[in-house]
């Protein structure tokens, strides 16, 4: 089975979309087969991986016939349909065959209330017990069709039971995060909300209806990756300004000493071995980046991620280009390093 991995923090503003869209191009370039899953109602992961300027676009995807997105997938099971889940006809970009994308539909969020009744009630009610498990089965049939190795999952910035099904029942998951007050704030929410997702879970596993359901609750613990912070600026000596610096340490300090103990009391950390094997100390960053600044657009423009943009693509020319390419080059230094790590962890 691939290795499903999420992104996800209930704060917005954090590059969750970026992250995935950076990091998925560049394990893809390393020979991994991933699946792009864009669950965020809000389609920007869509929109970035195929160059969308507007929702019409989106709509051309939507009209060509089949299973074309993350909504009409799931229909069969939300919407009671007389077929089973079948896989869903993914996009594809010609720069990187070894990267695909399950487009997400703002519809998704049609859902929300059905499977959060499914997942408070599904041991009583048996009509829907084949709701929690769906979205699993999805993406699992859909990389078995694409042999994919990896699913990135890039989710909403919301506490709801979506996004508590969708880390619950992945084996790994990435927190993005910004060096400032609200993400020191949201590192003390999800210290509370990650343990009792996982408590749900886990008693939902092991409920007769759901283990009897034809899409069954996958029988995962998500583990820890690390945090990804990103969106600070540089000092002209290449490391972040004092004031960014400053969030930078108290984000770290509190997931180290905050979220990595809840997680380990709840059997969501990998071993300290596994972290150690790529560098790491548990609660120390996967990955730190620095703002993309004016690369963000053009990666947005062409669709490519900052790292391999060409010179036609930047439309700069003399010093600028020069200096640009070597932002870029840093930034692919860093994505290249990410992904080693999280082939590494996630093979550990």
Known sequence: MA???????????????????????????KGKRVLLVDCDPQCNLTGMFLGFKGIEDLEKVYSQGGIRNIRDGLAPAFESKPVPLAAVECETIKENNNLLLLPGHIGLAEYETTLGIAQELSGSLVTLQNLPGAPTRLFQLTAEKYKI???????????????QNLLSTSEYFLVPMTPDYFSVMAVDSLATVLPKWKDWATKAKATKVLQEATY????????FLGTVIQKYRLRSQGTPSTAFQKWIDEVEDKVKTKLVPVLKASDMMLPDEAYASVGLKPGEPLLQISDFNGLIAQSQKHNAPVFALTDAQLEQTGIVLERTKKSME????????????VIKLVNA
Request: proline content about 8%; charged content about 20%.
């Open 149 to 163: 190795d990896i699913i990135l999952i890039d989710m909403s910035p919301s506490l709801g039971p979506i996004n």
């Open 216 to 223: 069954p609750l996958p029988n995962t613990t998500p583990k």
């Open 3 to 29: 290795k499903q991995i999420s992104l996800f923090n209930h704060k917005g503003g954090v590059s969750k979309t970026t992250t995935a869209f950076n990091l998925g191009w560049m394990l893809a370039q």
């Open 330 to 341: 840093e930034f692919r230094k860093l994505f290249s390093e990410g992904a080693d790590r």
